[in-house]
C-alpha cells in the first residue's frame, strides 16, 4: 500500500533540527487507525477548535450499570456514532465490544486494580477503493485508558 498521509504525532522537530526534509507518512488504514484511537480517547468538549470531537464513552466511565445489555448498546452506539460523524474515509461500519475484568499491577505504588477491558472491534469498506478493513482497540474502564 502506498503512503500517502502524515503519521501520527506530526513532528516537526526532525524538520526543524534539519535531519529530515520529509515528516513521517503512513498508509491510509494506519491513518485512519491513528484518527479513530484519537476520536476514542477524547472527551467531547475536549478539542479546543471542534467541541463536539470525541467520544461519548467518557459520560460512561463510571457510570453505574444497571442493565449490562443496555449499558453495552450505549457504549457501542457511542462508537458508532462518533466515528460514523468524524471518519469520512469509511462506510458500512459496524462496532461490536467484548468486556472482561483484568488485574492491573503497578509495580511503583505497589497497588492491584481490577479493570474492566473493553475490546472494540471495528469492521468497515473503504470508501477510496471498497475494501474491507478491521481496526482493533483495548480501552480501560475506570478511569478510561488504553493499553
Given amino acids: ?3 500517502t498521509c502524515y503519521k501520527l504525532p506530526i513532528r516537526f522537530d526532525s524538520i526543524i533540527d534539519g535531519a529530515s526534509s520529509e515528516m513521517s507518512m503512513c498508509t491510509e488504514q494506519e491513518s ?3 484518527h479513530i484511537g484519537l476520536l476514542l480517547t477524547t472527551c467531547p468538549g475536549e ?3 471542534n467541541k463536539s470531537f ?3 464513552i467518557w459520560d460512561m466511565d463510571f457510570e453505574r450499570v ?3 445489555k443496555k449499558w453495552e448498546e450505549d457504549f457501542t452506539g457511542h462508537i458508532l ?4 460523524n468524524f ?3 469509511l462506510k458500512d461500519i459496524s462496532v461490536s465490544i467484548h468486556i472482561t475484568e483484568v488485574t492491573r499491577e503497578d509495580m511503583v505504588m505497589k497497588t492491584t486494580a481490577i479493570k474492566k477491558k473493553v475490546t472494540v472491534l471495528l469492521k468497515a469498506k473503504l470508501v477510496s477503493t471498497n475494501e474491507d478493513c478491521g481496526f482493533k482497540y483495548n480501552l480501560f474502564l475506570g478511569p478510561l485508558s488504553t493499553e
Fill in 1 to 3: 500500500m502506498k503512503k
Fill in 54 to 56: 470525541g467520544c461519548g
Fill in 87 to 89: 471518519e469520512q474515509r
Fill in 32 to 34: 485512519i487507525d491513528q
Fill in 81 to 84: 456514532s462518533a466515528v460514523k
Fill in 47 to 49: 478539542h479546543r477548535f
Fill in 66 to 68: 444497571v442493565s449490562r
